[in-house]
C-alpha cells in the first residue's frame, strides 16, 4: 500500500502544476492542504476540494512558468510519504525566478490525500514524522 500511496503523491504533484481540477481526484473530499509554512502569499490552511480548487487556481494565475521535480520520497508508514522537491518557477509579470528546495509530508488513506503539509526543508519534514535525518559524517 505504502508504494501505491507514493504513486498517488507523485500524481498530484504532476497534476498540481497543469491541472488542478484533474488533481483533486486523488484529494479526499475532506483533504486538508496546510501551506502555512509558505514563504509566499498563498500562506494558510485549505480543507476541502473547494478551497484547495480556490487555492491552486490563484497559485498558477501568478506563475508563468511552473514546474516541481520531486527528488526523493521517504514512506514513512502505510499512510505516510515525505516528498523532497526542486521547484523552479517564473512570475507572470514580473519575471521573478524561483529556485526552491522543500519538502511535504503527505497522508493518504484508501487511495485519496486526507492531509498534506509543506516544509521549507527535507529535516524540517523528517522531524515532524518523527525521524531525524541522518548526518553523514557522523560515526556508526
Known sequence: MARENVEIVRKVYDLSG????????????????DWTASRGPYRGIYRGH??????????????????????ETIEVDPETVVCVTHVRAR???SGVLIDAHGAGVWSVCDGK?????????????????????QDPHAGP
Open 18 to 33: 497543469r491541472d488542478p481540477e484533474s488533481n483533486l481526484e486523488f484529494m479526499d473530499a475532506e483533504a486538508v492542504l
Open 50 to 71: 473547494a478551497e484547495i480548487r480556490r487555492f491552486w487556481q490563484a497559485f498558477l494565475e501568478a506563475w508563468d512558468e511552473w514546474s516541481t521535480e520531486i527528488q
Open 91 to 93: 512570475g507572470k509579470g
Open 113 to 133: 490525500v486526507t492531509r498534506a503539509k509543506l516544509f521549507q526543508s527535507k529535516a524540517e519534514a523528517l522531524e515532524a514524522v518523527g525521524l531525524a535525518e
